[in-house]
């Protein structure tokens, strides 16, 4: 069965740094980019960053750019966001969602997504 | 930055045709994808590529795409159909992913 598993999230105070993790399963996960999308309360998807298959090409959201890293271990079959510089607005549920076709990022649709991971930046 | 806009809300009768719009500037020569998110879940991939439909997602879900619109339509809509849609695509001027606001579809 194809699987993602999110963690790594939690409370953080503003200006603060977590990391999250995705673990993959069911699937030959270094053949699909991958993406983080989040989900503030109460409001819509907006999507955050995404890697290629191999790692090697990123793409941030500008609200993001500068302050998230996004990594993946092919060997481990995870996806990691890391975030710096936090902000009280960056509160949201964090979904890793996996592209429809292999290859690298683009046009095609997110086919499986994880149960999402809850960040809370307060003080 | 490359924006869709789809209503906040869309009321429909069980058993009647629900519509959702998305709209973008030329969006018909872009790859639309829906999905569908019920409260607590997370997203599920109901369209892709304009008009395809995952397997296991019912016929009664189609979609279009041309001009500045596209459109979700869903037939003899259920009682389960109801949550919050949102359309997708990829800016390649930009090299985002871009969703619409979400529309809440309710089934009176």
């Known amino acids: 069965e194809v699987q993602l598993l999110e963690s790594g999230g939690g409370l953080v105070q503003p200006g603060g740094s977590l990391r999250l993790s995705c673990a993959a399963s069911g699937f030959t996960f270094s053949s699909y980019a991958m993406s983080w999308v989040r989900q503030a309360p109460g409001k819509g998807l907006e999507w955050v960053s995404a890697?290629?298959?191999?790692?090697?090409?990123?793409y941030y959201a500008d609200s993001v750019k500068g302050r998230f890293t996004i990594s993946r271990d092919n060997s481990k079959n995870t996806l990691y966001l890391q975030m710096n510089s936090l902000r009280a607005e960056d509160t949201a549920v964090y979904y890793c969602a996996k592209e429809a076709v292999a290859g690298t990022v683009g046009q095609h649709a997110f086919d499986i997504w994880g149960q999402g991971t809850m960040v809370t930046v307060s003080s | 930055s490359y924006v869709l806009t789809q209503p906040p809300s869309v009321s429909v009768a069980p058993g009647k045709t629900a519509r959702i719009t998305c709209g973008g500037n030329?969006?018909?020569?872009?790859?639309v994808h829906w999905y569908q998110q019920k409260p607590g879940q997370a997203p599920v991939l109901v369209i892709y590529?304009?008009?395809d439909r995952p397997s296991g997602i019912p016929e009664r879900f189609s979609g279009s795409n041309s001009g500045n619109t596209a459109t979700l339509t869903i037939s003899r809509v259920e009682a389960g159909d109801e949550a919050d849609y949102y359309c997708q695509v990829w800016d390649s001027s930009s090299d985002h992913k871009v969703f619409g606001g979400g529309t809440k579809l309710t089934v009176l």
């Open positions: 030329n969006i018909g020569s872009k790859s």
């Open positions: 590529y304009d008009s």
């Open positions: 890697i290629s298959g191999s790692g090697g090409s990123t």
